[in-house]
C-alpha cells in the first residue's frame, strides 16, 4: 500500500491522559500535514511540515498541541492532558514538492479517531 | 470565521440524475480549489480539482464551474450513482509562495436512491 497510513485507528482515552498519533506519508512526499475534524465538520487545518521543518503551527488549538516530524519522514501529533473537547477525528495529509514547482494535490490518510471518556 | 461556505448540506438524488453542489468563498488570495470525497470512517479522497484561471473542468462524471467574478464554484456529478453516496466536501487554498493549507467547506452528504 503506497498510501498515507496512520496509527492507531482507534484510540479511547481518559480525560487527562496524553496520547500520541504516528503519520507515514506516501514515499518521498516532503510536504506533511495535519487536520483535524469533528463530528459533521469539515477538516480543520492544524500545522504542516516541509521536510522536518514545521513551517506553520499557528492554527495548533492549543499549547497542549504539538507535532515533530524529527527525520523528515513520519510525523507524530502529541496531545498533552486531554479533554473531552478532543474528541475527534485526527487527519494527515501529505504532498510532494519539487524545486519551484508548487505542490497541489493533497492525499489524506484514514485518520484516527480519538475518543476521550 | 468561516471561509468557505458550502450547500446544500444534504442532497437527495434519484440514479441517473444530476448531483449539484455549491460553494461560495471571501479569500481572493486563493489560488487552488480542490473537491473531496468521503465515505464514514475512511480519509477524504481528492476528487478533482481547479485552478482560476480556467473556468471549468471535466473529468469522467466530475465537473467543476468556477466562477473567478462571483467567487463561487460548484461540483457536478453527471448520472449519478449509488455508489457515489458519500459526503462531499469544497476546498480552497494559497499554493504560490504558501503552505497551500486547506480551507474546507461544512460538507455535503449526498444520497442516491437506485
Known amino acids: 500500500d503506497t498510501g498515507v497510513s496512520q496509527d492507531p485507528r482507534h484510540k479511547i482515552t481518559k480525560r487527562g491522559q496524553n496520547v500520541t498519533f504516528r503519520c507515514d506519508p506516501i514515499?518521498?512526499?516532503?510536504?506533511l500535514y495535519w487536520y483535524r475534524q469533528t463530528l459533521g465538520q469539515g477538516p480543520e487545518f492544524l500545522t504542516y511540515?516541509?521536510?522536518?521543518?514545521?513551517?506553520?503551527k499557528s492554527r495548533l488549538l492549543s499549547d497542549r498541541f504539538s507535532a515533530e516530524r524529527p527525520k523528515g519522514s513520519f510525523s507524530t501529533l502529541e496531545i498533552q492532558r486531554t479533554e473531552q473537547g478532543d474528541s475527534a477525528m485526527y487527519l494527515c495529509a501529505s504532498s510532494l514538492v519539487q524545486g519551484l514547482l508548487n505542490a497541489y494535490e493533497q492525499y489524506f490518510g484514514p485518520g484516527t479517531r480519538l475518543t476521550v471518556t | 470565521q468561516q471561509q468557505v461556505k458550502q450547500s446544500p448540506q444534504s442532497l437527495i438524488v434519484q440514479k441517473g440524475g444530476i448531483s449539484i453542489i455549491n460553494c461560495a468563498y471571501e479569500n481572493t488570495a486563493f489560488d487552488y480549489f480542490p473537491w473531496y470525497q468521503q465515505f464514514p470512517g475512511k480519509g477524504p479522497a481528492l476528487l478533482i480539482a481547479i485552478r482560476p484561471d480556467v473556468s471549468e473542468k471535466k473529468e469522467g462524471r466530475f465537473t467543476i464551474s468556477f466562477n473567478k467574478s462571483a467567487k463561487q464554484f460548484s461540483l457536478h456529478i453527471m448520472d449519478s450513482q449509488p455508489g457515489d453516496s458519500a459526503t462531499y466536501f469544497c476546498?480552497?487554498?494559497?499554493?504560490?509562495?504558501?503552505?497551500?493549507?486547506?480551507?474546507f467547506g461544512g460538507g455535503t452528504r449526498l444520497m442516491v436512491k437506485p
Open positions: 476546498a480552497a487554498s494559497r499554493v504560490f509562495n504558501a503552505g497551500n493549507m486547506l480551507t
Open positions: 514515499s518521498e512526499h516532503n510536504r
Open positions: 511540515f516541509q521536510n522536518e521543518a514545521q513551517l506553520e
